[in-house]
């Protein structure tokens, strides 16, 4: 939001520097984002002043030149050489002086006035017209100025330039009501108020608005009044086209807006004045000379200003005549009703709009406009009559137009005041510091928030419903803090605290534990919408899109459900940076996955049918391992992320070889495990169907996991990471390979040898793994790799042999198992 320095200073009575202003606007809420001096005429004019021509003689070697001696105000006469057949002994003029620079016609290419001989006769200066100083467009002769302009004055001072400064407020959502020059002109106001200045917002006369005649009256009829719940206009006729004049064309060049003619442009003004939106329409082209707001039926076509035919819902609000939608109300314009160039007569729309029904259109077509800025936000629901004064008056003042109608103003159902009550106590609370009770009567008098009764030190207040944002005792507090200043709150010298104990296990901590660890392996957090596409449910069986969570009111249809998985967001961001040429990746990610289940829905608890789980996802693609000058690369497998999740469940404490882990069928994975923590499913991992990866435009293979977080966060609630004392004695290591059926896992043999000898016994694992056809059908050998320790003594060898002997014994009778040699 761009405002003027000169603008502002027209409703307030202040004499801060734009600067000081600027400095103002931050400390209460209005952060300035940008700060830009605008030169009115470029270069400023400076030195160039008013001078008397004391003498004019022939140029003695020319027969159009002047030999001119020139009062400047400096003391001794100026020796000038002019061209200009005006030019006279006694006349006034503005005259260049050396070192003044010049930007003739306004433009980009400067001239500078230098000492200089023109035909054999030294020149001191310039005495220009009006092209050249930029200030217009005259160049028959220099500019003649009054007898009586006085000698010696700036021409800056003289032709009263003021340079503005344009102020960049980088608005939040909730402050709509400071969109316009009046709004910000309100909080600066009442911030000098708080400091004792009796200063007030000074808004445009619009006393002398009235109907000149009746001759051209428009019927108003409003069959959504849901949807306008105030609509108004007046019509103005004999209207000329024309520009408008410069001071107007110049507050519309600082507000980022290109003036285009006199009724347009004040329309525009107003919007920026007041925040007020107006829409203009050629009355000639309102068949049946009425206007009604409407919706159309469905698919309904319609052009709009820009040439693009757009099909309507019956949800999109209209602003019609007797015969044919004209307008998306609050929206944007049609390209057969607005001002054209042979416009005389206008009917001028000022209205409130709900804000939820402009929104949701605006963004059905993509559209963005300084109106469907405001009416989404919400614009104050008492300004419209005054606004269509307003631009009544400026089109007769400005256009010529006379006023053909009273205003008529559809408003069934008035918007009251915000009411609420608000205690000292708690505004002392919340903001950390007491604050004296007149101090805060002074901010709330400028802040225009009526007290209507007050009791044992609670006010009853109400708020005027231009301050969308200020609907409960918070929003004001907040509002009374900030015109108090920020900076008024001391920091204190020590804080106060209250100890509080996480929750054990505390899920933010080891969800900062995994993050870490995970990070720490190469990988890259991302974040991403809950929102997502219901399409990529259609036809799944893991996640059936009935069990899909819907929005009632969706922005788009790619943001129509909640996500029950996060492997689309994953495959979302392996496809973004794939496009890019950033293939080889590992990602993670947090967040809550959302459910629906019908058959939980009661008529005591409608809600029951909704749940969420807290998950982590885990993805990796392309390149693990890059290239180095002693290593190949490697490729990204199965293992790579299994070794992965082994490190994090351990990391946790979790015994990887606890669970139960069995294939997994799901239209999600080509192949994969789910892994079961007593009895419960804690994460599916494996490869992802290549038809999904299709569908997401994703071309290479993409390993995933997803982890219920919050099971681990249970398990972890029983399990103990502890530390001992390292052993004096050394550990042995074994080897065995043996020969077992197919269908005989590692894990089998692990639980039957630890079941064996509990008490030497450190660890087993697996090295190495043969099938092929030198071995008997159906078989398979594992080589694996006992581990023993005694932690009172030296294991001996006869101990080991009888450890060894015990183990294959076991592995022969419950697992069938044969020792290779």
């Not at 004040?266 to 009425?290: C, M, S, W, Y």
């Not at 209205?351 to 029904?357: E, G, Q």
Request: with cysteine; aromatic share 8%.
């Amino acid at each position: 939001m761009n405002i003027s320095y000169n603008w502002l200073k027209r409703y307030i009575d202040t004499d801060l520097s734009a600067e000081e202003i600027a400095k103002i606007l931050t400390d209460i809420g209005l952060e300035v984002e940008g700060f830009e001096r605008i030169e009115t005429i470029r270069g400023g004019l400076q030195g160039v002043v008013v001078a008397e021509v004391k003498s004019c003689a022939e140029h003695p070697d020319s027969d159009h030149l002047h030999i001119t001696t020139v009062d400047v105000g400096s003391g001794e006469p100026l020796q000038i050489v002019c061209g200009a057949p005006n030019c006279r002994a006694g006349l006034k003029v503005l005259c260049a002086t050396v070192g003044a620079v010049l930007y003739p016609d306004g433009g980009e290419e400067e001239f500078k006035i230098k000492r200089s001989k023109i035909r054999g006769v030294e020149s001191l200066g310039m005495l220009c017209a009006e092209d050249e100083l930029g200030i217009g467009t005259a160049h028959d002769g220099i500019m003649e100025l009054p007898a009586g302009a006085p000698v010696g004055m700036t021409a800056r001072e003289y032709l009263h330039i003021e340079d503005d400064y344009l102020i960049e407020i980088g608005l939040t959502p909730n402050r709509v009501d400071a969109a316009s020059h009046i709004g910000v002109a309100r909080d600066l106001a009442a911030y000098l108020r708080s400091r004792g200045e009796n200063v007030r917002v000074k808004l445009p006369d619009v006393s002398a608005f009235s109907a000149d005649n009746h001759d051209f009256e428009v019927a108003i009829r409003v069959e959504r009044p849901e949807a306008a719940p105030r609509y108004a206009g007046v019509t103005v006729t004999g209207c000329r086209i024309g520009p408008s004049p410069e001071w107007m064309q110049n507050c519309l060049r600082a507000a980022g807006i290109h003036p285009k003619n006199n009724l347009v442009d004040i329309t525009n003004f107003v919007l920026f004045e007041l925040g007020q939106p107006l829409h203009a329409f050629d009355a000639r082209k309102i068949e049946g000379r009425e206007v009604v707001v409407r919706t159309c039926a469905e698919g309904t076509p319609f052009v709009t200003l820009d040439g693009v035919e757009r099909r309507l819902t019956d949800r999109d609000l209209m602003i019609c005549s007797a015969e044919r939608p004209m307008c998306i109300a609050g929206v944007y314009g049609g390209l057969d009703s607005g001002i054209g160039d042979d416009t005389t007569d206008v009917f001028i729309e000022s209205a409130y709009f709900n804000p939820v029904w402009v929104r949701k259109t605006a963004k059905r077509f993509g559209l963005n406009t300084d109106a469907s800025f405001r009416f989404e936000r919400g614009i104050d629901p008492n300004m419209q009559v005054y606004a269509a004064k307003r631009a009544a008056l400026l089109m007769k003042e400005l256009a010529g137009g006379t006023i053909a109608s009273d205003i008529t103003d559809v408003y069934p159902e008035p918007i009251g005041d915000f009411v609420f009550d608000i205690s000292f106590t708690r505004i002392d609370a919340l903001i950390g510091k007491h604050i004296p009770e007149e101090t805060v009567r002074t901010i709330l008098d400028a802040l225009e928030v009526r007290v209507l009764s007050e009791k044992e030190g609670v006010l009853t207040v109400a708020v005027p419903p231009y301050r969308v944002d200020v609907q409960r005792e918070a929003d004001l507090i907040e509002d009374i803090l900030r015109i108090y200043g920020y900076n008024n709150v001391e920091i204190p010298a020590r804080v106060r605290s209250t100890l509080s104990y996480a929750p054990r296990p505390d899920r933010n901590r080891l969800m900062n534990l995994a993050a870490d660890f995970l990070t720490a392996n190469g990988f890259t957090e991302i974040m991403s919408n809950s929102l997502t596409r219901g399409a990529y449910y259609e036809g799944l069986e893991s996640y059936p899109a009935a069990r899909c969570v819907r929005i009632l009111n969706p922005l788009s249809a790619d943001l129509n459900v909640m996500r029950q998985t996060l492997l689309f967001n994953m495959l979302e961001a392996v496809a973004l940076n794939a496009n890019r040429r950033n293939g080889d990746l590992k990602l993670y990610e947090f967040g809550n996955c959302y459910y629906y289940d019908a058959d939980r829905r009661t008529d005591e608890n409608p809600l029951a049918a909704y749940s969420e789980q807290y998950r982590l996802a885990v993805a990796v693609t392309g390149i693990a391992s890059p290239a180095s000058w002693n290593a190949r690369p490697e490729a990204a497998s199965f293992f790579t992320l299994r070794a992965v999740a082994e490190k994090l469940l351990r990391r946790f404490g979790v015994d990887i070889y606890a669970l139960q882990t069995e294939p997994l069928r799901s239209d999600l994975f080509a192949e994969g495990l789910s892994m079961k923590l007593n009895g419960k499913e804690l994460l599916q991992i494996g490869v992802v169907d290549a038809r999904v990866r299709r569908r997401m435009e994703v071309k290479q293979d993409v390993f995933f996991l997803e982890m219920n977080f919050e099971a681990l966060v249970k398990a972890t609630r029983k399990m103990k990471i502890t530390a001992e004392e390292l052993s004096k004695f050394p550990e042995v290591k074994r080897d065995l390979a043996l020969l077992v059926d197919r269908n005989v896992t590692f894990t089998a043999l692990r639980d039957v040898a630890m079941a064996t000898e509990r008490k030497l016994l450190k660890s087993v694992s697996l090295f190495d793994v043969y099938e092929g056809d030198k071995l008997p059908a159906g078989k398979k050998s594992y080589a694996l790799s006992f581990v023993l320790e005694d932690k009172t003594r030296t294991l001996d060898e006869k101990t080991i042999e009888r450890v060894m002997a015990n183990l294959t014994a076991q592995f022969e009778r419950q697992c069938g198992a044969q020792v290779r040699a």
